[in-house]
């Protein structure tokens, strides 16, 4: 893919759901809104999602006033078989790992 090419991959290594968890580790927060248009999906596909990470156990939900908090299940493990030994906290570490500026580390 060039620079002058807008169009998307046809495909990618993360699923909606993984980016949707990630969305949500940067940042506890952030409105459904913001996650669809941040990845690139419907907001109604972000609610399907979000039901699915809170029912498989990966997030927690929170009411705080108006808006939904959410906490993350980092010990939760991968669901697919060949990665069912690992924790989610992986996935979660390497990518906010990556947000940190140059030279920064928790």
Do not use: C
């Amino acid at each position: 893919m060039t620079k002058s090419d807008n169009r998307l991959p046809a495909w990618t290594f993360l699923t909606h759901h993984a980016r949707v968890l990630l969305e949500i580790a940067r940042d506890p927060r952030v409105r459904l809104r913001d996650i669809a248009a941040s990845i690139g999906i419907t907001e109604r596909a972000v609610q399907g999602i979000v039901t699915d990470l809170h029912q498989a156990g990966y997030i927690t939900r929170d009411r705080v006033g108006r808006r939904n908090e959410y906490s993350l299940n980092l010990d939760q493990h991968f669901r697919y078989p060949t990665e069912a030994n690992l924790p989610v906290r992986l996935l979660i570490d390497m990518f906010t790992q990556h947000d940190l500026p140059q030279g920064e580390s928790e």
